[in-house]
């Protein structure tokens, strides 16, 4: 059944699920800032800053205006950055229906509180509309999904009406959709491996070779694993596509903006010309800060996260790095979490 849907950010994820939507039959309203993209949205059917060379369906339509795009709309996804959130949602938060579908598509944390995007999320609406919010997430580049590569991800919720209300929004031939109860775990997993595709891209820049890489990955996601069974998620989460499944992608993928900037890292740039040469939100930066201040607060090991906290904002150079997470004491690979291992 066709549906209106209001798309908050038109970046390259954003704009990527618009056109999933628009492929279901959906109409679709885009909201952004700049004028000059909502008219070349409408007009040339194009967003050639965040996916060039694609052609979006004429379906789309985009606007500036907040209230428009979003009133009396049954479904409003959030496509912006973590570090948006909170003021987006705030803003829109007066037009929106009391039985709205509320899905968020954001991998990060809230810096300053270190709360998940549905938590902050949850502080700014109505309390049955925050007890209710969706989250999208799983291995899937905007860059593949806007040209109909088969992609596979997850939806979670805290609510099974609303996870499989999505679950039907999104699902196509192309676009495959699986539920996952586990809200805490989805989330935390969609943000922590954006720290672990820095690590890889630097690895990559130093010019190590699939050894380091496949090693990286492996402790990553128990690092992973550890914080999110801490703050309450479900093991096998970490094991499925919000988990192993966009570390892969993300860690390897030359589409990945946090592998990029980790690339450039390890070849000796500096943060400030990397975060500039990208132009983009790079969301492995800002989700290392949270990661380190959470491993702290929560009492968890995550040596590398540490590492490269202390590459990214004390100074130390990636192959300093890399010596001291070579360097560790001895230890077991399954001593940490019982039965579940890692």
């Given amino acids: 059944m066709s549906q209106d849907v209001a798309v908050i950010g038109a970046g390259s994820w954003g704009t990527a699920l618009a056109s999933v939507l628009a492929d279901n039959g959906h109409r679709v309203n885009v909201w952004v800032r700049d004028p000059k993209l ?53 803003e829109l938060a007066p037009f929106l229906r009391p039985d709205v579908l509320l899905i968020h598509a954001a991998k990060g944390f809230e810096l300053e509180s270190l709360k998940r995007m549905t938590e902050v999320i949850g502080e700014e609406v109505p309390e049955p509309i925050g007890k209710g919010v969706v989250v999208l997430t799983g291995p899937s580049h905007a860059e593949e999904v806007v040209r109909r590569s088969p992609t596979t991800v997850v939806v979670a919720s805290a609510c099974e009406d609303r ?117 983009m939100v790079v969301e492995g930066v800002r989700t290392t800060k949270a990661a380190y201040a959470l491993a702290s607060r929560n009492q968890v090991d995550m040596p590398i996260a540490s590492v490269l906290y202390g590459i990214l904002f004390e100074g130390k150079s990636p192959r300093q790095g890399v010596e001291e997470l070579m360097g560790r004491g001895r230890t077991r690979e399954m001593e940490y979490l019982g039965p579940f291992g890692v």
């Fill in 38 to 90: 909502a008219d070349e949205v409408n007009t040339r059917h194009t967003n050639e800053k965040y996916l060039p060379g694609v052609m979006l369906s004429p379906g789309i339509r985009a606007s500036v205006d907040l209230r428009e795009v979003v009133s009396d709309k049954p479904v409003v996804l959030l496509a912006v950055p973590s570090h948006a959130m909170r003021q987006v949602t705030r």
């Fill in 163 to 279: 996870m499989l209300r999505a679950q039907d929004l999104f699902m196509n031939a192309y676009f495959r959709v699986y539920t996952n109860p586990d809200l805490v775990g989805a989330e935390i997993a969609g943000a922590l491996k954006n720290i672990i595709a820095l690590g890889a891209g630097m690895s990559d820049g130093l010019g190590f070779g699939d050894n380091a890489k496949a090693a990286l990955l492996t402790r990553g996601l128990a690092e992973i694993t550890r914080l999110g069974i801490k703050l309450g998620a479900m093991p096998l989460t970490f094991a499925g596509l919000a988990g192993v499944g966009d570390l892969i992608v993300t860690c390897t993928s030359k589409h990945s903006r946090n592998w990029r900037a980790g690339y450039l890292l390890g070849q000796g740039k500096p943060l400030d010309e990397v975060l500039e040469q990208m132009g």
